[in-house]
């Protein structure tokens, strides 16, 4: 069997939750679909965090704010990305880890997960990302996050504010971002 970890049940809950609402008067039927959901979602499949980025489809950034730095590899196949994302911060703080998400057919906008440790201490976290292509730039969002279970997602009543954006990735050759 196979286990579903926190990002994909907070989907799978959030789902079954507007469902629910919209079934209010069958409490069976809600329970029915919630099996139903429930089943069909353990069958899904998850991008591999640990899986190595192709050069052939690798896009490189890198993006600086006052005494910060952020240096990005993304990688396009299809529909799926992945990629690694370091951001050192001039207080000393390093967030450093892997990028993953699919393109949803939203225009220019990627909404992907940000897996991270800080400063390289043995624990993880998980954020989310909201990229706005503006040319050939990658403009990081700044939203509003709503922390469930220890997972963050943006809250979908708050719009993105991408004019205020202090990360402005541009295209780097990428050789010069090397990151593990």
């Not at 906008?109 to 043995?122: H, S």
């Amino acid at each position: 069997m196979r286990m579903l970890n926190t990002s994909s049940l907070f989907i799978i809950i959030r789902r079954c939750f507007k469902l629910m609402s919209a079934l209010q008067a069958a409490p069976f039927a809600s329970l029915l679909a919630f099996a139903v959901l429930l089943s069909t979602s353990c069958n899904q499949t998850q991008p591999d965090a640990t899986s190595k980025l192709s050069t052939a489809e690798q896009h490189c950034y890198v993006a600086t704010f006052q005494q910060d730095t952020a240096l990005m590899n993304l990688n396009f196949n299809g529909t799926k990305i992945n990629g690694k994302m370091r951001i050192n911060y001039g207080d000393g703080k390093v967030y450093d880890g892997t990028i993953l998400g699919e393109h949803k057919g939203k225009g220019d906008t990627l909404i992907l997960a940000y897996d991270f440790k800080i400063n390289n201490v043995d624990k993880w976290y998980r954020n989310p990302v909201a990229f706005l292509k503006r040319g050939d730039r990658l403009v990081l969002g700044i939203g509003q996050i709503n922390v469930v279970w220890g997972t963050g997602a943006f809250d979908e009543t708050v719009p993105i504010d991408y004019e205020h954006a202090r990360f402005i990735f541009v295209p780097t050759d990428c050789k010069a971002t090397t990151l593990k």
